[in-house]
T-cell receptor
């Protein structure tokens, strides 16, 4: 089983739509969870950390379900600038090493 | 916002040649990481470096790879004899002061082996 698995998409949505996608992780002892955004041939950039109670940052909402070992990201009122690949990233217990999912591609069309 | 700086941004090299990729992490950070991303694939861990020593390395990080800290602020990733399959984006990363803050990645070096 892969350490981090994501729905690859692509999700092709119109501006203003809501899009949501999930990620699952295999190590139940994982401690920290992140969503990163990556544009083509660029570095990953932190979108938001995911807290166990769920958290929101503007149009972005992240949820964590430790029992089922999945993380979700929801984007409301999609903008053209939200078009990117979203990476689910999990911290390996006992060190700072990160495990990445393969990414979910989102394309927002006018 | 603190930055992680990588040079060069793009390097083209012939198979079998040595390449050195450079990174200046966020200052005063003792931990430091190299990751790799082959085009179209996920980001993969290569090696972590703590206090001037390798603390962990992946299966990818074989004898062709080495990492050094030649001076107080710079880190290098050296590939001794490049192969075609080494073509990838190489990112260095500094960890956060607090884990929930997330890591900061450099802008990457795109290595093309021909």
């Amino acid at each position: 089983r892969k350490e981090v698995e994501q729905d690859p998409g692509p999700f092709n949505v119109p501006e203003g739509a809501t899009v949501a996608f999930n990620c699952t992780y295999s190590n139940s002892a994982s401690q920290s969870f992140f969503w990163y955004r990556q544009d083509c041939r660029k570095e990953p950039k932190l979108l938001m950390s995911v807290y166990s109670s769920g958290n929101e940052d503007g149009r972005f909402t992240a949820q964590l379900n430790r029992a089922s070992q999945y993380i979700s990201l929801l984007i409301r009122d999609s903008k053209l600038s939200d078009s990117a690949t979203y990476l689910c990233v999990v911290n390996t217990p006992n060190d700072y090493k990160l495990s990445f999912g393969a990414g979910t591609t989102v394309t927002v069309r006018a | 916002e603190p930055e992680v700086t990588q040079t060069p941004s793009h390097q083209v090299t012939q198979m079998g040649q040595e390449v050195i990729l450079r990174c200046v992490p966020i200052s005063n950070h003792l931990y430091f990481y190299w990751y790799r991303q082959i085009l179209g694939q996920k980001v993969e861990f290569l090696v972590s470096f703590y206090n001037n020593e390798i603390s962990e390395k992946s299966e990818i990080f074989d004898d062709q790879f080495s990492v050094e800290r030649p001076d107080g602020s710079n880190f290098t990733l050296k590939i001794r004899s490049t192969k075609l399959e080494d073509s990838a984006m190489y990112f260095c990363a500094s960890p956060p002061d607090r884990l929930p803050d997330g890591y900061t990645f450099g802008s990457g070096t795109r290595l093309t082996v021909v």
